[in-house]
């Protein structure tokens, strides 16, 4: 049987993906500068007789073909960059770069991705089919290293029927999964905000424009967005991050330049809600005599898992980890750059486990202290090579 045959090798090379795993972790880049870990990558592909191409600059594609008769072809995807964080653990495979961490598991990603390659291609005499292993750049920065892998045809030549991904989740516990089928995750939009005023003494407003109180009606003006515009059915996430006001105690700035984004999981109404949050801002800026640049910068489309395809992988995994080990998701409003995928062809994006609260494991992704329990790449890599034959037809 096949799927004892993957266990089985996922357990021999368990070690091996661990290695891979910390040293990418000890040597991260950030979006698109991705030399070192896509030379890394190519290395592994090569040392296992993989052949592979470069793609959008630092992205590297595989293919790996099965001996058997099928014309059925499924994409897997692993992330490659880093964060701009300084790491606050003090494990030995701490990041050799300043200011530089993986606290969001690609290289966790990265490792499990190479550790199915080996799986598959070791096992390509028993099924059918081909496996394409998309190796991504840059998906924590817009425009998203998948939609220039898209832009250069990585969902071409040959075209994939499933696209799959998965993603490690800090609040899981090791050994399971989440997942959820239709929308899962939101779009993302970046706000730049400038309002600009009058300066001038902060014993003298009556002499000034003040943009910090205007910037501050805004503010709270275009939670309306949120509260009673949008659909109460539709998710929508609309925060501000970053206000600066640079003036003084007794100094009213000119300008005061804000930050933030607006998130939701329909593209109709996004759009729409982009033009009245525009509209919103200008308009109370001109009724108290400044004026406000509304910048959008346009970012991720809403994720969504074909639901056919997402129930096929939520029965694998069962069959697989055991059912007990399978979690329904909720929709969650962060953004992944695998959205672009999502709508362009049938797509699944599950969570990994890599929570242990007994090892103290459970920092959130994104932070100075984010780690995984290793234990989770002793099955990650085995589940995805499961998941990619018996996607191609075979048991």
């Given at each position: 049987m096949l799927k004892e045959a993957?266990?089985?090798?996922?357990?021999?090379?368990?070690?091996?993906?661990?290695?891979?795993?910390?040293?990418l972790?000890?040597?991260?880049?950030?979006?698109?500068?991705?030399?070192?870990?896509?030379?890394?990558?190519?290395?592994?592909?090569?040392?296992?007789g993989i052949p592979w191409n470069a793609m959008a600059n630092t992205g590297v594609v595989a293919i790996i073909k099965g001996a058997l008769p099928s014309d059925r072809v499924v994409a897997l995807r692993a992330d490659m960059d880093a964060l701009p964080i300084t790491?606050?653990?003090?494990?030995?495979?701490?990041?050799?770069?300043?200011?530089?961490?993986?606290?969001?598991?690609?290289?966790?990603?990265?490792?499990?991705?190479?550790g199915t390659a080996a799986i598959l291609h070791a096992l390509s005499?028993?099924?059918?089919?081909?496996v394409k292993l998309i190796f991504q750049p840059g998906e924590e920065k817009l425009p998203g290293g998948a939609s220039l892998?898209?832009?250069?045809?990585?969902?071409?030549?040959?075209?994939?029927?499933?696209?799959?991904?998965?993603?490690?989740?800090?609040?899981?516990?090791?050994?399971?999964i989440g997942i959820r089928k239709g929308k899962l995750m939101a779009s993302m939009d970046e706000l730049m905000v400038t309002v600009k005023g009058r300066g001038g003494h902060g014993a003298q407003p009556h002499q000034n424009i003040d943009p910090v109180l205007i910037a501050s009606h805004i503010i709270i003006a275009l939670q309306q967005i949120v509260?009673?515009?949008?659909?109460?059915?539709?998710?929508?996430?609309?925060?501000?991050?970053?206000?600066?006001?640079?003036?003084?105690?007794?100094?009213?700035?000119?300008?005061?330049?804000?930050?933030g984004t607006f998130r939701t999981l329909?593209?109709?109404?996004?759009?729409?809600?982009?033009?009245?949050?525009?509209?919103?801002a200008e308009g109370i800026a001109e009724s108290m005599g400044g004026s406000c640049e509304f910048i959008i910068n346009r970012g991720y489309p809403f994720l969504i898992n074909e639901e056919k395809l997402t129930e096929e992988v939520r029965l694998?995994?069962?069959?697989?980890?055991?059912?007990?080990?399978?979690?329904?998701?909720?929709?969650w409003m962060a953004s992944e750059d695998f959205a672009y995928y999502s709508q362009l062809a049938d797509s699944c994006f599950y969570f990994l486990g890599v929570g242990n609260a007994q090892k103290q494991i459970h920092s959130a992704l994104h932070t100075p202290t984010f780690d995984i329990d290793e234990n989770a790449l002793a099955f990650s890599t085995g589940l995805m090579a499961y998941i990619a034959v018996r996607q191609l037809g075979f048991a």
């Open positions: 993957i266990a089985q090798l996922a357990k021999d090379m368990h070690q091996t993906v661990i290695s891979n795993r910390r040293y972790h000890a040597h991260p880049e950030l979006s698109f500068h991705e030399y070192h870990t896509a030379a890394f990558v190519k290395a592994r592909l090569s040392e296992l790491e606050a653990n003090t494990v030995d495979y701490i990041s050799q770069h300043k200011g530089v961490m993986h606290a969001c598991g690609h290289d966790a990603h990265t490792s499990s991705l190479l005499g028993k099924f059918g089919g081909t892998m898209i832009r250069e045809g990585v969902l071409d030549n040959p075209k994939p029927h499933a696209v799959i991904a998965q993603h490690v989740m800090p609040s899981i516990e090791c050994g399971k509260s009673r515009i949008a659909n109460p059915n539709n998710p929508t996430v609309l925060s501000f991050g970053k206000v600066v006001a640079d003036g003084a105690v007794n100094i009213i700035p000119g300008t005061v330049h804000m930050e329909n593209e109709q109404w996004r759009s729409a809600a982009h033009v009245q949050m525009k509209k919103m694998f995994a069962g069959a697989y980890l055991g059912e007990e080990n399978i979690i329904d998701l909720d929709i």
